[in-house]
């Protein structure tokens, strides 16, 4: 779908999209339609349950005194709580509606100004569809809605905006590609294929095989990936946008292609969802490309471990001990605690390669952070307050909320292990704590570190404004903003 700004001006042909305030009152091009209608618009209003509330619209099907096919109204509630997340939601609502109408083009007169690239950004997140796979779905099913024209006053500063906004969309599609693909096509080699085609961004690619990461003693990570048939990589992608001196900000992010849970193996209702527990390398690549994209002015690392976690005759056993990159050693109790095997070589690597001056890594590393927090809030984990927050901040100003939860000694008991310096699980209680603490031992000191467990947020279930059905792309917004707003000049 197209979108495009124009100066704001009522068409005189076509679908138009106009909008009232709570209690009916219509905006100032709402109110010219209406002129333009002959009073249709009020008279439609006045006979009808329509109150401007937010998710309210009312439709008027070729209005008199017009070459109008149509004039939809939506509600946008009370003007003075009108925000930019309103104004994504907003344009994530328009387009649903729009798509349902049958028409190709629609032209929307937007009056709530400095909002017109939040309301387009919207429309687009929520146009994406995944098809690829659908060869039997009939013409009538296909969407046709093929451009939307919002009409603003400050059109030029909207599409100057948009030019920026929509790459960061275009890395959240990204994502939302990834993780929508089946296992037979997205394995560890041709993930790392898709993501190597980001260096025509300019994006320095690097890759690690299986020999090379041997050799530098990624015991941990391996380990998942005997089991197998595909190879493990670990792929590091550079974008060097900041000052040559400046150190880079790092994000690390696992990369589970499949998990069956290896032989420790989970039971088969709902593991066809495991395609997704590479959704943590996904936000990390749809957020390069997105920096890329937009030409961000920072210096950014990339680390993705790939990997597919099986039970077969060589795959690794509940009981064995692996060494990992950083020397520590660890009781392997449960093979379906295998993310943070993948992550901690890969947090050791980057740190002694790079030095960076921070690390967030994300996964979708427990399901006890979905009976902890729902599907509404991502788990964040910190040493570092200021991070936290900055982190924090960041997700509400793009509507990808976390919450932070304790780290502590006291929770380090259980991963004693009787024969290695830990286990890689603490038991049933407090699951998403224990797994950080695990992941924090991988992090030298005083180097700020985050840790987003996403289970929750990569996959929904159910459509939301800006997000249908699917692989969401939860986290590229968010760290695109935390990024922007704390590492850029």
Excluded at 42 to 61: D, E, R, V
Excluded at 216 to 222: D, H, K, Y
Excluded at 422 to 436: E, F
Aim: charged share 25%.
């Amino acid at each position: 779908m197209k979108i495009t700004f124009s100066d704001l001006a009522i068409p005189t042909s076509g679908a138009v999209i106009a909008f009232a305030t709570d209690g009916g009152d219509l905006m100032p091009s709402a109110v010219a339609l209406d002129e333009a209608t002959g009073g249709a618009l009020a008279k439609a209003i006045k006979g009808s349950t329509f109150k401007g509330k937010a998710g309210q619209s009312l439709q008027l099907l070729a209005p008199a005194n017009t070459d109008l096919s149509r004039i939809i109204v939506f509600g946008i509630g009370k003007e003075a709580e009108f925000d930019v997340i309103a104004a994504q939601k907003l344009g994530g609502n328009v387009t649903v509606r729009a798509l349902s109408t049958g028409e190709k083009d629609v032209t929307v007169l937007f009056d709530m100004e400095g909002m017109a690239c939040d309301f387009a950004t919207g429309a687009m997140l929520r146009d994406y569809r995944f098809d690829k796979y659908r060869t039997t779905e009939t013409k009538e099913d296909k969407p046709v809605l093929k451009s939307i024209a919002i009409a603003a006053r400050d059109h030029k500063d909207a599409k100057k905006q948009f030019d920026s906004a929509k790459k960061v969309v275009e890395g959240v599609f990204f994502t939302r590609d990834l993780v929508s693909e089946p296992a037979n096509v997205l394995y560890p080699e041709s993930f790392m294929k898709e993501v190597s085609a980001l260096e025509k961004l300019g994006i320095e690619i690097d890759v690690l095989d299986e020999k090379e990461m041997k050799k530098l003693g990624m015991g941990a990570l391996l380990g998942v990936s005997q089991g197998s048939a595909h190879k493990p990589y670990m792929v590091v992608m550079r974008w060097n946008g900041g000052k040559k001196k400046d150190a880079p900000v790092a994000f690390v992010g696992k990369g589970v292609t499949f998990d069956t849970g290896g032989i420790s193996i989970k039971p088969a209702a709902g593991m066809e969802d495991m395609k997704f527990d590479m959704g943590g390398a996904g936000v990390v690549s749809g957020l390069m490309k997105a920096l890329a994209g937009r030409k961000a002015k920072a210096n950014v690392i990339g680390v993705i471990g790939l990997v597919e976690n099986m039970p077969s005759s060589t795959a690794q056993r509940p009981g064995d001990v692996v060494t990992s990159m950083s020397g520590q050693t660890i009781e392997v109790i449960n093979t379906d605690a295998e993310g943070r095997l993948v992550l901690c070589d890969a947090l050791t690597y980057v740190q002694e390669k790079y030095d960076p001056k921070l690390i967030v890594d994300l996964a979708t590393l427990t399901g006890a952070i979905i009976i902890a927090l729902g599907h509404e809030n991502a788990g964040l984990f910190s040493n570092n307050d200021e991070l936290s927050t900055q982190i924090t901040n960041a997700g509400l100003a793009v509507n990808e909320t976390v919450w932070r939860l304790p780290l502590s000694k006291a929770y380090d008991s259980q991963l004693k292990s009787d024969i290695a310096d830990m286990k890689n699980v603490g038991g049933r209680p407090a699951g998403s704590i224990t797994a950080a603490q695990f992941l924090q031992r991988f992090i030298t000191k005083d180097r700020p570190w985050a840790h987003l467990d996403i289970a929750a947020m990569a996959w929904a279930t159910k459509d939301s404004e800006v997000t249908p059905k699917g692989g969401t792309g939860y986290g590229v917004r968010l760290l695109d903003r935390f990024v922007a707003d704390n590492h850029e000049a």
